[in-house]
């Protein structure tokens, strides 16, 4: 018999008695048919767990894993101003986690994470074996694991989610360190309080930086993992705290079984109490506004785009002092916010609004801003806004640009000594739209120079004064000075542009003053001194911040001439006395605008550049209204409220200082620092002969000044026999009337009727004196 033949007899045999069987016998699959068929399903189980292995992506992060906080630094880079974001995350790297704390996290979440390939067979069998004995989706996972679900997948309990967990996480164990995963879980992974990532958990439940987390701060950490919100202990109920106490020790017991900490060390560790619950630090206060003024310089200078900076994860180091900061806010409450009455007076004494901007001259550092008295109120940021006409305090350009011109209509170079008519409403010659605006009160100055003009902040000699130096020059003065090209009213084509109608922000006119202040020399203002992003992975992004560079903006001849100008504003009978309070060497000037709609004082130290404005808004409409009867004045001058406040901000700001003299070089001589006094114009025969009886309370009294204009000469400007609209033949009632009243440096005095509104030939109001 052959050996097939031998074959088909014992199948034929096996078959046979199987028939013999009984019924329910032969319905039971043989060992052979069992052996088969679970090789055939093992085979097709490896296959297709190879194939799901292969066509199962890493995929990208997920957005709420990847989204992080913006933390703003004060400049000392430790004060927190804010964080913003939805998600309050800040990732750090694995050098910055003491390694204590991520001996605690491994201990109390995987224990065998430094030996397993990403996955736990056995815990996942557990898992799922619950999980059909009815008792909810249960866990079982890796800390690698626990990384891929935050960080690539969702927290959806489902087997779909669990199975591609499995496949990504070994893929993960291959592809990245256990320091890298590791770093992953703890930047991902949420701690309650709000708090995602590790960085953000230290700063929550212990007030300090991850790097300062000592073995019990890490080990209490390690144990919220499990349970985030009910193991708060200072939120839990007494049976959660005791679990919570259950778990830290877990944690601690078995870094020693794994051989991470002695018996000793854990014997002498306690439980770190942690601190309660804080609110978050969010943008109410000054913080939206400082945060605006950074994120705004951040886009414009090119550092970063909108898009990458919103995606979150910046730690901002900005340039704005604390102390300043809220001594600028201190000064506008005790200054203005204290005389309002909203009750008493709900016409006029509402909506009344600041706006506000301190940088230092020699470096363009924004030093302080004030745009509104709370961001979660009034989130419009009021230092930022240009839509608030400047008014006198443009007058400075107008000068510096006609310095720069060195000739006046007739030809004649003009200086700081020219003469020109301050006759009220005096149509002005050489324009090109008609325009004769009147003085503040229609008072008629007649024939005087134009550093008294300045004092005395005269419409009529100043619209003169820009349209003899050029209205295209005057542009481009005040370009060049730091005032946007971008902003509306700087039109050449219309004469009112020499009287403020431009309307740049408290921060533009900030940098602007604060080139005069440094020589000519200006500095586009900045609010960032660093920034820097940790990125998944460990990776750290430090952009290259934008040079700070100064750029010869007008000569220092021009500059210190104009300076020495507005430092007779600062004087007894300028506009500006009410800074004479400050005690210190100041230039600055004033500004009220058409219809009494804004109020300005702009001024600097040699250290330091501030500008305050004042206006009313209506909160539904958003249009401008009149800023006469707040706290009950008739009309409030750029010599009021802006100059007090700033009057009170510069003293606090610069307190503990040395006081610096003005390093002024103007071409007359008097090339050094020269010793400040409040300086009066010299009488002569066409210029005012009367000087105030006393001066404000604590100034020093008038003296001749070591600046004080001299006699010009003969070939600087016209003579008294070549009468034009710069120099009309002076008559008695030219002569510089005596002013009525002067301002104290409590409260100046104010005319009780406001000017004349007067609008320039397309409609743009104009801005009177002062």
Sequence with gaps: MT??????????????????????????????????????????????????????????????ATAQNNIYLYADGTT?????????????????????????????????????????????????????????????????????????????????????????????????????????????????????????????????????????????????????????????????????????????????QLGFLTSAD?????????????????LAGQAGYLVGVADDYLISSGTIDAATLKAGGWRITTTFDKPRQDAFVKAVQSELTSELDPKARPATDTDVRVAGASVEPATGRVIAVYGGPDYAKQPFNDALRQDNQIGSTFKPVDLAAGLIAQHSVDGRPITTETRYDGTSE????????PYAPPNEDDVDYGNITLRYAMVK?????????????????????????????????????????TLGTATPSALDLAGAYATL????????????????????????????????????????????????????????????????????????????????LSAWFAGYTPELTTTVGLFRENPKTHAKEPLAGTAGLTRVNGGAFPTRIWTDYMTAALNGTPTQQFDLQTGRGDQGPDTWTPTAVPSTSTSPTSTPSTAPTGAPAPTAPSHAPSAPAATEQPGPDAPSPQNPQPTPSQEQPTPSTRPTPTRPARPSNPPTATTGPTGTATAPAQ
């Design 3 to 64: 050996l097939s033949t031998r074959r088909q007899a014992k199948r034929a045999a096996r078959r046979e008695a199987r028939r013999a069987l009984p019924l329910w016998r032969r319905l039971l699959p043989t060992w052979r048919i069992t052996l088969g068929t679970l090789t055939a399903l093992l085979l097709l189980a490896v296959g297709a767990f190879a194939v799901l292995y292969v066509i199962v992506p890493v995929p990208d992060p997920n957005a709420h």
């Design 517 to 596: 202040a440094n020589h000519g020399q200006a500095h586009t203002p900045w609010s960032v001194q660093k920034l820097e992003r940790v990125n998944p992975g460990g990776a750290i992004d430090v952009p290259k911040m934008p040079d700070h560079k100064a750029t010869d903006a007008v000569g220092r001849t021009v500059a210190d001439s104009v300076t020495d100008v507005l430092r007779d504003v600062v004087s007894p009978r300028g506009t500006g006395a009410a800074a004479l309070d400050l005690g210190r060497p100041a230039a600055g000037k004033t500004g009220t605008t058409d219809a009494n």
């Design 80 to 256: 927190e101003i804010a964080r913003t974001g939805a998600v309050n995350r800040t990732d750090v790297t694995i050098e910055q986690i003491p390694l204590p704390t991520q001996q605690a996290v491994v201990s109390a979440e995987d224990r065998t994470f430094y030996q397993n390939r990403g996955i736990d067979l056995r815990g996942m069998a557990r898992a799922g074996w619950n999980t059909l004995l009815g008792k909810g989706m249960q866990g079982g996972s890796t800390i690698t694991q626990q990384y891929v679900k935050n960080y690539y997948l969702t927290q959806d309990q489902t087997f779909e989610r669990k199975g591609r967990e499995l496949f990504i996480a070994l893929k993960v164990d291959q592809q990245r360190s256990k320091n890298e995963i590791l770093a992953g879980y703890l930047n991902s992974s949420y701690f309650g309080r709000g708090a995602y990532g590790i960085q953000s958990a230290a700063h929550a439940y212990y007030g300090v930086d991850v790097s300062q987390l000592t073995l019990g701060q890490g080990a209490y950490l390690a144990s919220l993992l499990q349970a985030p919100s009910l193991y708060d202990v200072r939120t839990a109920t007494p049976a959660n705290r005791e679990k919570a106490l259950a778990r830290w020790n877990y944690a601690l017991d078995g870094m020693v």
């Design 457 to 497: 902040s005269v419409n009529s000699v100043y619209a003169q004064e820009g349209v003899d130096a050029g209205l295209g020059r005057v542009r481009d003065t005040a370009v060049k000075l730091g005032i946007p090209d971008s902003v509306r009213g700087m039109d050449p084509a219309n004469t009112s542009m």
């Design 266 to 282: 854990r014997t002498a560790t306690t439980f770190p109490e942690p601190i309660d619950p804080q609110p978050a630090t969010g």
């Design 426 to 433: 005096r149509p002005v010659t050489g324009g090109p739209t």
